[in-house]
């Protein structure tokens, strides 16, 4: 490096005292040249005197260099600004504690209406929550420990279907948790035809839009389901749509199934319209197995049961009837759905609640439905509702629609939608669909494929966190919200074996070695 020196010559010298004054610049000042001693920069002395370190003496390292590190202090502040990425401040202590946050290494407190106030970068601009994760990776029993933690904040939760019926035992073990068991003649009824509360204030002209568009989507859910996830045509729409007024109409606004079935069986036989009285054939045929097939006594009258507004919990167990099949699972889940979104769609309540969709996509099949649920996720806010959605894969979206179809894309589309999302440990096949349609950063998705049971990825607004959920838990809850007695053996070893496909398998076998000698003594000459 060359070295300048700037020297300012005062004038009227003689240029015996100039040539003086530089050769003094250019010379190194003597204060100049660093003569700081160990002692001097309160360094200790070396233990072996000399250039060559301990190391000569006894066999150790040796280093020709000294070093010339002086120590350094600096505050925790200026440390954060040093190591940015190191340690995080956490999401703060409102609502209850979650789990512990692994990189703070502080409890970890969640509340999704919490994180809705909170105007400061740290909040969100939603309250609804995607839980995805691997099967036994710890979703239930989270979503189980974040309910049951909250009931003391005074939110209630709400299980409008639970297809395996794991809720019950907490239901059950909470004060005046209420359980609404459908089937297994149990005789309770329930209406998903029903208005839901009748507003006390002036009427919301969106509520309205709402209650219509939730009742002709369940009429044409159910009917499609059972038709094998056929469309409707227009005549079909158009002929359940006019039952459904009519029955509106006649019953003062408390239509039931059997009501539209009775009158989709006159608008055949009336035939004023012949196309119209067309299209009520196959509607009709499907809601008989409702009124007189082997649905009957669940869902075709008027509601048997209330919804307690003041419970802590409220669980719909829908286990009887899940075990029955898949089609009598899809048909219920809309049902019981369809009515509890009508009994919670009430502002004046003045109640915050959670609702946990678990098994949240058997019933999202038709574009009708996907849309009504776009618009209830949205909706929700205004209800105080939190809605959980937890899902296994996102491949569970896969069942929605052909490839590229309408439906898919929009299924897709709400779920990359949600904006807090709790990410469990995932499956090998998960990363790239994670990456894709769910914006998660590469270096996350590598994180999710490690993580440990109960330990998850927090997104709240647009900050992630490691939340080890398990951490935290009492003995007591740990009994409550283990699911290891419930499942049945034949269920596991089938998701279990499940987890191995092809790719994996792939994946784990070691490359291909070439062992003969003779491959090895050419590999190693062609190297050379
Ligand atoms: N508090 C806890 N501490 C440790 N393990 C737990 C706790 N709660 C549940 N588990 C275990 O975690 C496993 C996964 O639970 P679960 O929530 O049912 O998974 P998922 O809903 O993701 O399929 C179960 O084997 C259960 O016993
Ligand atoms: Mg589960």
């Excluded at 100039?18 to 360094?43: I, V, Y």
């Excluded at 600096?74 to 409102?94: C, E, I, M, N, W």
Aim: charged fraction near 25%.
């Amino acid at each position: 490096m060359t070295r300048r020196v700037a020297v300012f010559e005062p004038g009227g010298l003689s240029r015996k005292e100039l040539r003086a004054l530089r050769r003094a610049a250019a010379e190194p000042s003597a204060d100049r040249r660093d003569t700081s001693k160990r002692p001097e920069r309160n360094l200790p002395e070396p233990v072996v005197p000399g250039p060559f370190g301990p190391g000569l003496a006894d066999h150790g390292y040796w280093n020709l260099a000294k070093t010339f590190i002086p120590a350094n202090q600096a505050t925790s502040q200026q440390l954060a600004g040093v190591y940015p990425f190191v340690a995080d401040a956490g999401l703060g202590h409102r609502g209850p504690i979650v789990g512990v946050d692994l990189n703070a290494d502080a409890l970890w407190h969640f509340s999704p209406w919490e994180a809705y106030t909170d105007a400061t970068e740290r909040g969100a601009l939603s309250t609804n929550v995607l839980v995805l994760g691997a099967y036994r990776a710890g979703k239930s029993a989270a979503v189980k420990t974040l309910v049951a933690r909250s009931l003391a904040f005074g939110h209630q939760a709400v299980v409008p279907s639970d297809p395996k019926g794991e809720w019950v035992r907490v239901a059950e073990a909470i004060p005046g948790g209420v359980v609404i068991r459908i089937g297994g003649g149990s005789g309770a009824r329930l209406n998903p035809l029903d208005r839901g509360p009748r507003r006390s204030d002036a009427s919301d002209e969106q509520h309205e839009k709402m209650v219509r568009q939730r009742r002709i989507t369940t009429l044409v859910s159910l009917v499609e389901m059972a038709l094998g996830n056929t469309r409707l045509t227009a005549v079909e729409h158009a002929a359940l749509h006019e039952a459904l007024e009519r029955s509106i109409r006649i019953t003062a606004d408390r239509p039931t199934l059997r009501d539209v079935y009775e009158h989709l069986g006159n608008i055949t036989a009336e035939r004023t319209d012949a196309r119209l009285a067309e299209g009520a054939v196959q509607p009709r045929f499907v809601l008989r197995r409702f009124v007189d097939g082997d649905l009957s006594g669940l869902f075709e009258d008027e509601s048997t049961v209330a919804f307690d507004k003041d419970a802590p919990i409220v669980v719909v167990d829908t286990s009887e009837l899940f075990a029955r099949s898949e089609l009598v699972a899809q048909l219920t889940q809309v049902c019981t759905t369809a009515w509890i979104q009508a009994v919670i769609s009430d502002r004046s309540a003045r109640r915050t609640r959670y609702l946990i969709r678990e098994e949240g996509w058997r019933d999202m099949t038709s574009l009708a439905s996907l849309q009504m649920f776009q618009q209830w996720l949205k909706l929700s806010r205004h209800y105080g509702i939190s809605n959980v959605v937890i899902l296994h894969k996102m491949g569970d979206l896969d069942a929605v629609g052909d490839a590229d179809s309408k439906e898919r894309n929009l299924a897709y589309s709400i779920v990359g939608d949600i904006e807090n999302k709790f990410i469990f440990r995932i499956n090998h096949q998960e990363t790239s669909s994670l990456r894709e349609r769910l914006n998660v950063p590469a270096s996350h998705v590598e994180d999710a494929r490690r993580l440990r049971v109960g330990v998850f990825l927090a997104y709240v607004g647009q900050f992630a966190y490691v939340v080890d959920c398990f951490a935290t838990s009492t003995e007591w809850e740990y009994d409550l919200f283990t699911t290891d007695e419930a499942i049945e053996s034949a269920s596991v070893d089938d998701e279990a074996l499940s987890y191995l496909t092809q790719e994996d398998l792939d994946e784990l076998w070691p490359e291909p070695v070439d062992t003969d000698v003779a491959g090895w003594l050419s590999a190693s000459g062609k190297e050379q």
